[in-house]
């Protein structure tokens, strides 16, 4: 398993050189919250020997993968079997609630789901039509394709997969499924494949953005992430740092929203002095998006889409 899952994370030395200097001191605690196959979380522990980190996952399989991974650090790694959204519980069972110097976000699908066929994550193989992270979970992108309206279709490929043929791709479902249940990747890429023009059939592979957005709808990602933001700031101890890796327009833009609304002033305009009540809570650390370089995406292709954010906390916010 090891071998086979040794992936490459993105944009790991950026967000070490983003996060370091929130985790001087004498441990450290590092909330990885997307901890996938251990990469990032990896990277960090090498670089600083008193660091801990907690490292959470929805993915059973993916936390066991990191498990192995990780254990040349022993006691330095808890891990939490939960989604993001869920860190301060997580935080508060394993850390009695300790303030976090940095938390990390790497968003979207980790290389153990693209290269596991069987998941059905990759439109690139034939497999069954699933897509959940935590296969505990109750529905699958095939129940999607079963049970939603042409319209709920058509507005998850828009929202989620920023796809312009979504109504168009929605009604070719509905019409599929019709004649019997579409259960397998190769079947929904088939649909696709026929549904697109002609003319639009050498643009990038029809079912690279409607996979994306079942995968977002199947595992609940944007409404966690909606939940895990916020959460993970007011969480974060001051002068912590947090940073968050996007690869989805819906996801970057709460992203940049939320870390602009908490770094400005809340001082009423015309207000002959700040008053420290209204300073900003939070400092941006990237002038807005970072993406990959050329020379990191022609290694690791999968950082091509990478939307990068990170800010400082400046101070706490009474509740």
Known sequence: MMDTYRHTPVLAPRALELLSPALLGDSPLLVD?????????EAFLASIPALRVLGIDRDPEALES????LVPYGDRVSFAQCRYDDL????DSQFGGEAPAAILFDLGVSSLHLDKPERGFSYS???PLDMRMNPGDA?????ILASYEVDELAGIFWRFGDEKLAKRYAHAIADARGIKPITRTSELVEILQQATPYALRDKGH?????FQALRIEVNHELESLEAAIPEAMNRLAVGGRIAVMSYQSGEDKFVKTELRRRSRSTAPLGL????????????????????????????NPRSTSVRLRAAEKLRK???
């Open 272 to 299: 002959p002095q700040e008053l420290p009540e209204h300073r900003p809570e939070f400092r941006e650390l990237t002038r807005g998006a970072e993406m990959a370089s050329a020379e990191e995406i022609a290694n």
């Open 88 to 91: 301060g519980l997580a935080l």
């Open 317 to 319: 916010v009474p509740s």
């Open 206 to 210: 029809p079912a690279k953005r409607v």
């Open 33 to 41: 919250a997307t901890l996938g196959l251990g990469g990032h979380t």
């Open 139 to 143: 529905h699958s992108a095939t129940d």
């Open 66 to 69: 990191s498990k192995a991974r």
């Open 125 to 127: 193989v034939d497999a």
